[in-house]
């Protein structure tokens, strides 16, 4: 009986610090599991730098060179976490990509735009803010650009942690002026060009916002308002992924293949219209085979705009990576040749392994962070579903190539994320029309005030967050590469 009591007694204590040791595993796992993801950046940094020492070789500034790589790659990761969100967003929270599939799809495309077209854009982040001959020095001009690095990067970092989908270009932008103002003064920097972005803030979303609810109102008069929606969808869904279609190579010309191919906007415009034009006539057919078996309800439209949906995705990260992949690399392959050289250059070639730091860095960031705001783009504005997200990725590809008509400066960024705005205050005005014209028909009671509130399709709080991190963008990235640059040139100045 004793030993039974003894056996007893050991298997209770068993039990107990099996239960501390299952609760400590538990407690540990619930710690790490946010590590995860800035330990894995973590050492694609430090990878960064092991090829950037490899790649430079033994020289007096390989140092440098290790330090800014790191620098580049920390910005690459945060261009993955936040800007991509813009194109991936809308598919998954239209529900036509899941998030696992979004960031595969994302990471393929970003790259292949950043290797194959993206080579050529670092020019204007380096060169094309501040005046190079106005810097005193070349060392002046590494410590402008690594300030302007960092201090865009810990921007972009700190409105991915609070949910604001911002543009790293202005974020660029923004540190490379103020790190000019305080390497070479005010006359250095090009104000007509700080003009035109600030200008940007209001043309980019509006436009964005005015061509989305342009094609969901479209669609919704023509097809979903229909009695028979499947025959309407049978003529004009065809129309629309031909535009779609038509669109995105011209976009592709302009924003992408132009870095390879010089292309004019007239010519991208031709080409765009005879793709679009053969897009149209085989997907007649093709809908007229999907469509059929379907019911005559909405949930049935969904499954024809799937596909079109998935492809735009897609060929917008490629165009994103073409054109974003500088803002990573540009002050990295701006330091590089001037580190070879010894002079600053007009023109900056990027070598392949600078193109690589970007590409991958990207990729991880979307990987690794990418979730946080691919949600807040995707379903947390407004919702979306395989039509009203068609309609914000045709409005980015419509707004950048009518913007470069026009001469207008834009961001992708503002675009997407003033279409999904513009989608959803549509719906709310919609919706608000439909009300009243049932209420007059019906004799119907009207709505209480706080009723009308809950009702709103558009969460205000996100209006107001994401518009303050666009408009602090610029300015607190100047700030902080101001602070950056006498940090850093005091430092190698006591060295």
Known sequence: MASNGL??????TLDRDLGRFSTLERATNYMARPMVGPSIGFIFILFAGLI????????????????????????ALNIGANDVANNMGPAVGANALTMGGAIAIAAVFESAGAFIAGADVVSTVATGIIAPESMGDSATFVWVMMAALVAAALWVNLAT??????STTHAVIGGVMGSGIAGAGFMAVNWEMMVAIAASWVISPIMGGVVAAAFLWFIKARIIYQNDKLSAARTWVPVLVGIMAGTFVAYLALKGLSHVIEI????????GLAFGMA??????PVIRRQSA??????????????????????????????????????????????????????????????????????????????????????????????????????????????????GLPVSSTHIAVGAIFGVG??????????????????????LAPEERRRRKLVRRSHVLTIGAAWVFTVPAAAILSIILFFAISGVAGSI
């Open 293 to 406: 078996g379907l019911e005559n309800r909405n949930k049935s439209l969904k499954v024809l705009f799937g596909a079109p949906l998935v492809l735009s995705a897609a060929l917008l990260s490629f165009a994103h990576g073409a054109n974003d992949v500088a803002n990573a690399v540009g002050p990295l392959a701006a330091i590089v040749q001037v580190a070879k050289s010894g002079s600053i250059a007009q023109d900056v070639s990027i070598p392949f392994w600078v193109m690589c730091i970007g590409a991958l860095g990207i990729s991880f960031g979307l990987f690794l962070f990418g979730p946080k705001l691919i949600r807040v783009v995707g379903s947390q504005i407004t919702k979306l579903n395989p039509m009203r997200a068609y309609c914000v990725a045709l409005s980015a590809a419509i707004t950048v190539i009518l913007a470069s008509w026009l």
């Open 264 to 271: 004019s906007l007239n010519l991208a415009l031709l080409i």
């Open 279 to 284: 897009t149209w006539l085989i997907m007649i």
């Open 425 to 446: 205050f549509f719906r709310e005005w919609d919706t608000e029309r439909r009300l009243k014209l049932a209420h007059q028909s019906e004799a119907s009671p009207r």
């Open 7 to 12: 056996q007893s007694d050991h298997l209770e």
């Open 52 to 75: 950037a020492a490899l790649s430079f070789g033994q020289a007096n500034n390989t140092l440098i060179i290790i330090i800014v790589a790191v620098f580049g790659a920390y910005m």
């Open 161 to 166: 942690w609070i949910g604001a989908p911002v």
